[in-house]
């Protein structure tokens, strides 16, 4: 009989071990889905981080050559005035 009753509690005792066990997996849970909604953000971040080095890049890019339009324009009409008053 004491025996039966050991065995009980040791049975008793293991399925608490297991219900502690779960429940601390189900606590640890939502940390890696708050970890992966972290990682989606800071994902989102990095795209925008690297759409906006392209904007700027582009940018650049079109502000050279407006300042080299600009620059070859402004010496054909020195070049022009020049020539006109020589004449």
Not at 25 to 31: H, I, K, L, R, Y
């Amino acid at each position: 009989m004491e025996e039966i009753e050991a065995s009980r509690k040791r049975i008793k005792k293991t399925m608490e071990e297991e219900e502690n066990l779960i429940e601390a997996d189900e606590e640890a849970e939502p940390a890696v889905v708050g970890s992966e909604e972290m990682e989606l953000l800071i994902n989102g971040v990095l795209e925008r981080i690297e759409r906006f080095t392209q904007l700027v890049s582009e940018l650049l890019e079109a502000g050279k050559t407006l300042f080299k339009d600009l620059t070859n324009e402004f010496e054909d009409r020195m070049i022009t005035q020049d020539t006109q008053r020589t004449d």
